[in-house]
């Protein structure tokens, strides 16, 4: 069993509304392909036995919030937390078709501290270990497809990029991909308005069997 943070646009939000019709919109293509909701994992692998331990994940992510607000809100800091810089096309499941979101050290800051509280568990080295997996492992996305389906065809490709350049307002560039494990790169044109810092969710999901079965144990909004 795989316990996840997940922190989401809020829902009602402008930037919910448009990733979740782009999502529906990518997955009547894939009829086969799950539905989900927009979300970034934050980290998986909780250490999560019970709802007290759900809530003391979410009571650490509200204080860690908190700690970074002050921060948020001056006027040098205008980049959201979750905004993104990519649409990449991969060969698994989980990583179909996914905007890669551009580095936020405050993000990172988050997933690093959640790591190092409730999943790593040596105390002699959970810190240095949650501090190594941020900086070499850490990779937020939000996916837009969950499919099997590899290679995709060049047709269906075509009708991708359209649904994603029409749903963000922005034009997709190929770029040259070197990683074996992604089909095909594009570049997006400028930040899409379905970025958010805060309000957002934060989400602890039970990733257990088929998509339609994963459970949401708790949420906090912030």
Same mark, same amino acid.
């Given at each position: 069993?795989t316990?996840?943070?997940w922190? *989401?646009p ?5 930037a ?15 009829p086969?392909s799950?539905r989900? %909701?927009?979300?970034?994992t934050?980290?998986?692998?909780l250490?999560?036995k ?5 809530? /003391?994940?979410? #009571? ?7 700690s970074?607000?002050? !921060? ?6 205008? %980049?959201?937390? !979750?905004?993104?810089k990519?649409? $990449?096309?991969? /060969? /698994? ?8 979101c ?5 993000l ?8 190092e509280l409730y999943? %790593?568990?040596?105390? #002699?080295?959970? $810190? ?8 070499? %492992? ?5 996916s ?6 590899y ?13 994603v ?7 997709l560039h190929?770029v040259?991909? #070197?990683s ?5 790169v594009?570049?997006?044109s400028?930040?899409? $308005? *379905?970025?958010?810092s805060?309000?957002?969710?934060f989400? !602890? ?7 339609g079965?994963w ?6 909004? !912030?």
């Amino acid at each position: 069993m795989t316990i996840a943070l997940w922190y *989401c646009p809020q829902q009602g939000s402008a930037a919910y509304e448009i990733l979740e019709l782009l999502i529906e919109s990518l997955q009547s293509i894939f009829p086969s392909s799950p539905r989900f %909701e927009p979300h970034i994992t934050i980290t998986n692998n909780l250490v999560c036995k019970d709802s007290d331990d759900v809530n /003391k994940i979410l #009571t650490s992510c509200v204080a860690a919030v908190q700690s970074i607000k002050p !921060v948020l809100g001056s006027a040098g800091s205008d %980049e959201p937390l !979750v905004s993104f810089k990519d649409c $990449s096309v991969g /060969k /698994k499941f989980f990583n179909k078709v996914v905007l890669d979101c551009r580095e936020n050290r405050y993000l990172i800051s988050i997933a690093q501290i959640m790591r190092e509280l409730y999943v %790593e568990i040596d105390d #002699t080295s959970r $810190s240095q270990r949650a501090a190594t997996w941020a900086r070499d %492992e850490f990779r937020p996305h939000l996916s837009l497809l969950y499919s099997e389906t590899y290679p995709i065809s060049q047709a269906f490709l075509r009708i991708i990029q359209q649904r994603v350049e029409d749903a963000l307002d922005v034009q997709l560039h190929s770029v040259p991909t #070197t990683s074996g494990d992604r089909q095909l790169v594009w570049q997006l044109s400028s930040t899409p $308005s *379905c970025s958010w810092s805060l309000p957002g969710t934060f989400k !602890v999901v039970k990733c257990e069997g088929p998509v339609g079965e994963w459970q949401v144990l708790g949420r906090t909004d !912030v």
